[in-house]
């Protein structure tokens, strides 16, 4: 495959998968753009149509289409002594201010701000594909039209992605603000966010193996580190609270550095300095690349080629990235917030167009907290990071609604569409 990978389809000048490579032969990653259908804008008319989907009405019909919830709190989940066990200790962390009380209430969430639509999204994908005639009878969920495997698959990509956000609640101790609460309420809530990682973790590893597939294995476990090497992107706070790098002249910026193969490490080079680059590649990293390989791990399962595992890899990256330019518009949608992202896109737009406003960013390097916020915000509001921001998803939508078209018309392609709808700014 060629340059325009992740150049020219999610538009960051970041990315390059080498046609000799062996393993992008099997398991392909980002497409070049002749890969993508680009055949009409039927979709873009069928997304425009007069009542917008609701988002938790479309995550419930599309929940329907599956054959039940396929999040992993799920009946079988909340009846295991394991869980049981963690839902006890969190009740002696109620009253502390430990961010794992925080990662909790966000997985039970019902809204735009669940965190348990993953799997859902992987099976649609599944169920909109089909499965290559040569999968044995034994391996079929006829009712819910996908595979034994993919469901297992699906329980295995929220399982690490909750496992990583249960990690990341942690709490560096030796940072610790004097308000943050009790220190044995927060030695306590990271001894639980540690060992319920670390569980589901464990579980997610058990499952994989389990499908017994070589390359699923290695694709899976290239995510999983995806994930680590997010959390140490860029400047961080004492914390580990992201922070956006100091905007750079373009004339002052490194050259791009090209990603030669999907299962190897995301090169850095080039992407310090830049708004929309960085921006890209920290939630490629942290989101794009889990539920991306994960798609295209459900495509290989049901025997299809990689032209296909490509289409669902690029439309697992686009619809994360859409997703994110969603959640950062939400803070400029409302009320003013206490607190925002600081990587967020519409301040990262807005520090490229005005570097001066980094000197509030300096102030949190010990910590987010000492932030001006409000100064930002006003920054936000007056320049046109929100509008880019809004130009930022309506291009990851259209293209996530493109790949589409290499899917046959049914049920769940309609649910898929339905979900990347009620995103739409």
Same mark, same amino acid.
């Given at each position: ?22 393993? /992008? ?57 394991? #869980? ?9 962390? *109620? ?39 040569? #999968? ?34 942690? *709490? ?89 193969? #999907? ?7 080039? /992407? ?26 459900? =495509? ?13 890899? =690029? ?13 950062? =518009? ?30 509030? #960013? ?17 920054? *936000? ?22 790949? =589409? ?15 990347? /709808?009620?995103?739409?700014?």
């Amino acid at each position: 495959m060629s340059l325009s990978c992740l150049r020219n389809v999610l538009r960051c000048d970041l990315v390059k998968v080498s046609p000799s490579s062996a393993l /992008v032969a099997k398991v392909w990653g980002p497409c070049a753009v002749r890969e993508v259908s680009t055949c009409n804008t039927q979709r873009a008319a069928v997304s425009q149509h007069n009542t917008k989907p609701d988002w938790n009405r479309a995550v419930s019909e599309a929940e329907k289409i599956v054959g039940y919830p396929t999040s992993f709190l799920s009946l079988r989940w909340v009846l295991s002594d394991e #869980i049981a066990n963690v839902a006890l200790h969190l009740r002696k962390l *109620v009253g502390s201010n430990h961010p794992l009380l925080k990662t909790a209430k966000n997985l039970l969430y019902n809204g735009k701000n669940n965190m348990q639509a993953w799997g859902l999204i992987v099976l649609l994908v599944s169920k909109a594909a089909g499965h290559s005639p040569e #999968i044995p009878d034994m391996e079929q969920d006829k009712a819910a039209g996908v595979l034994h495997s993919q469901r297992a698959l699906a329980e295995v990509t929220e399982m690490i992605r909750t496992s990583h956000l249960v990690h990341k609640g942690l *709490v560096n101790m030796n940072a610790r603000r004097p308000a943050a609460g009790d220190p044995d309420d927060m030695m306590f809530g990271n001894k639980i966010a540690l060992l319920s990682g670390d569980y589901l973790l464990a579980n997610s590893c058990t499952e994989l193996a389990n499908l017994r597939n070589q390359e699923l294995v290695e694709l899976m476990s290239s995510a999983v580190r995806d994930l680590a090497e997010a959390e140490f992107l860029g400047e961080r706070d004492d914390q580990n609270n992201p922070l956006p790098s100091r905007p750079l002249p373009e004339d002052q910026r490194e050259p791009a550095s090209e990603w030669e193969c #999907i299962t190897s490490p995301l090169p850095m080079a080039g /992407v310090a300095g830049c708004a929309h680059r960085e921006w890209v590649a920290r939630h490629v990293l942290a989101a794009g690349a889990l539920l991306g390989k994960s798609c295209s791990a459900a =495509l290989k399962l049901a025997g299809h080629n990689a032209q296909l595992q490509t289409q669902g890899y =690029l439309f697992g990256c686009h619809l994360a990235l859409a997703w994110q330019a969603f959640l950062d =518009l939400e803070s400029f949608t409302g009320p003013e917030p206490s607190s925002f992202s600081l990587v967020g896109a519409p301040l990262a737009f807005t520090l490229e167009a005005r570097p001066e406003l980094y000197e509030y #960013i300096e102030a949190g390097r010990r910590s987010v907290h000492d932030v001006d916020y409000h100064a930002l915000y006003e920054a *936000v509001l007056c320049g046109s990071g929100i509008e880019q921001t809004k130009r930022v998803q309506r291009e990851h939508i259209s293209r996530a609604v493109r790949v =589409l078209d290499a899917f046959p018309h049914c049920d769940a392609r309609t649910a898929l569409t339905n979900i990347i /709808v009620a995103m739409h700014p």
